[in-house]
């Protein structure tokens, strides 16, 4: 079995940044990578994955160019790096891991077998 921990969330104002970080534990080898958010009465949207290898990467359009996603495979750990925040980040953020099989990233969440607890993201404008 896999778990994913993330940690990382937090207040921050109207462009500021913040790094996400999760931490793979268990059966450490996973598949693709990714980021989920939840907002408040909206449906759980995708925002960014990254393949096993590294060798594709794949954003939501709103945060193309303001938020990166990268791996440390070696510490079984992923990364989201937010950087000029806007109120309408604020979510719970999910980690999600696709089966070991699965090298390439997704937009669908039905493709990730394994997901976190959620991390508070609150953006102050």
């Known amino acids: 079995q896999v778990q994913l921990v993330e940690s990382g969330g937090g207040l921050v104002q109207a462009g500021g940044s913040l790094r996400l970080s999760c931490a793979a534990s268990g059966r450490t080898f996973v598949g693709a990578m990714g980021w989920f958010r939840q907002a408040p009465g909206k449906e759980r949207e995708f925002v960014a994955a990254?393949?096993?290898?590294?060798?594709?990467?794949l954003y939501r359009d709103s945060v193309k160019g303001r938020f990166t996603i990268s791996r440390d495979n070696a510490k079984n750990t992923e990364y989201l790096q937010m950087n000029s925040l806007k109120p309408e980040d604020t979510a719970v953020y999910y980690c999600?891991?696709?089966?070991?099989?699965?090298?390439?990233?997704?937009?669908?969440?039905?493709?990730?077998?394994?997901w976190g607890q959620g991390t508070q993201v609150t953006v102050s404008s």
């Open positions: 999600a891991a696709r089966s070991p099989t699965w090298f390439n990233p997704s937009y669908y969440h039905y493709d990730y077998a394994y």
């Open positions: 990254r393949g096993r290898t590294g060798g594709s990467t």
